[in-house]
């Protein structure tokens, strides 16, 4: 059975910079699709960064392109989001997801979903 488990949330200001990880296990498959999401409170859950097998550039929500960076460990399997200049607005639990078994063209709704990790940017 597949699982993700993230880490590296926490508590910064505004300004600074966190990274986050997703851990996968329970796979050898070496297709992915991946991404990070996020929910602030009373907000519905947006999609912050995206990344599938065959795509070269990763999809990014326009609000945080040019301050965070997702990258992926195919060796450990570890899927990270660099957040830098990190705002208030960035404020939420993020949530690793990914589609298990991986689609062609990443078609279809994310199935897995990782526990969350808190996220607070202070002014």
């Known amino acids: 059975q597949v699982h993700l488990v993230e880490s590296g949330g926490g508590s910064v200001q505004a300004g600074g910079s966190l990274r986050l990880s997703c851990a996968v296990s329970?796979?050898?498959?070496?297709?992915?699709?991946m991404g990070w999401f996020r929910q602030a409170p009373g907000k519905t859950r947006e999609v912050v960064t995206s990344?599938?097998?065959?795509?070269?550039?990763?999809y990014y929500l326009d609000s945080v392109k040019g301050r965070f960076t997702v990258s992926l460990d195919t060796a450990t399997k570890t899927l990270y989001l660099q957040m830098n200049s990190l705002s208030p607005g960035d404020s939420a639990i993020y949530y690793c997801?990914?589609?298990?078994?991986?689609?062609?063209?990443?078609?279809?709704?994310?199935?897995?979903w990782g526990q969350g990790t808190r996220v607070t940017v202070s002014s």
């Open positions: 990344v599938f097998t065959g795509r070269e550039e990763p």
């Open positions: 329970g796979t050898t498959d070496s297709r992915y699709c």
């Open positions: 997801a990914a589609k298990v078994p991986p689609p062609d063209y990443c078609a279809g709704p994310y199935n897995l």
